[in-house]
């Protein structure tokens, strides 16, 4: 009786760990997800995974690169 308690309280747990995961996973993913940083070329800024990292500055795009 008390192991199937426990097989349910387990299983449970296990429900809950999945959807608490679900979510922070991206987060975790990538860190520092909100963290903007202005392009050296024309100051737009981007967020930091989406930012091209070029000689220790950061560009918005491609074009950015080109025009430095
Ligand atoms: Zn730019």
Redesign the pocket.
Known sequence: MVLKILLIIAVIVIIYFVFFKKKPLKKSDRSDVNEMVE?S??G?YTQVDEAILSGNKY???NE?IGKV
């Open positions: 392009c070329a024309c737009t560009y918005c795009s950015c």
